[in-house]
């Protein structure tokens, strides 16, 4: 379980393709400190750290995890928002972030608001539900804001800390980002399924 507060960026060096998975290895300010085995946020997905060699930790996804996010596009160079797992004792600044990717999106506009950015991405339309009006989204496994929703858009705006200290300053339009709905929106959308 993670917050959607990123705790650092780090850099895909090197990607290795097995079979259907791709091996990625990452450099990054907190590579030394993860152990092997645990698990961390990557762009919003929780991968499992495999080998530590001084400041990169490598990472492997399967199929499932490349078809469904925007891992199979890594190349090195690649920047990746960081975020080790919630500790029971830690306060929740952001939302509650699975690390379970439920879609892609995509970046339609990048404006400059003077001091702020604002970003609008489009999803497929049969996620409308799950997106609503100042709730809380996951990009990249950033925990952000959605405003400006409509059946199959929404805005965030993004303050110059966030905008500096993850991926999304690196983000252009065109662009494939990781998207995670709110965990208590899917259970509810869930149960009403279920009750009709």
């Known amino acids: 379980m993670f917050t959607g507060i990123i705790e650092s960026i ?12 791709k091996t990625f290895w990452i450099e990054s300010p907190l590579s030394s ?17 495999e080998e530590i060699r ?5 990472v492997t996804a399967v199929r499932e995890t490349l078809d469904k996010t925007n891992l199979d596009q890594w190349q ?5 928002n960081l975020e080790r797992s919630l500790l029971p004792s830690s306060r ?3 939302h509650f972030v699975q690390g379970h990717v439920d879609a892609t999106g995509r ?12 970003f ?5 339309q049969k996620f409308a539900p799950l997106v609503i009006e100042k709730g809380s989204i996951a990009i990249n496994g950033i925990s952000l804001t959605a405003f400006d929703v409509k059946a199959s858009s929404f805005k965030v705006a ?6 500096e200290h993850t991926n999304l300053k690196s983000l252009r339009e065109g662009d494939t980002v990781n998207l995670e709905f709110d965990l208590i929106g899917k259970y509810i959308l869930r149960k009403l399924s279920l009750n009709q």
């Open 158 to 163: 993004i303050i110059p800390y966030t905008y």
């Open 54 to 58: 001084e400041k990169r930790h490598r």
């Open 120 to 124: 609008q991405f489009s999803f497929d």
């Open 10 to 21: 780090g850099q895909v060096t090197e990607v290795i393709t097995n079979g259907s998975n």
């Open 76 to 80: 090195p160079g690649t920047l990746v």
């Open 33 to 49: 400190s993860f152990k092997v085995d645990q698990s961390i946020s990557h762009n919003g997905v929780c991968l499992t750290v």
């Open 92 to 94: 929740l600044d952001g």
């Open 107 to 118: 970046c339609e506009k990048k404006e400059d608001r003077a001091g702020s950015h604002e």
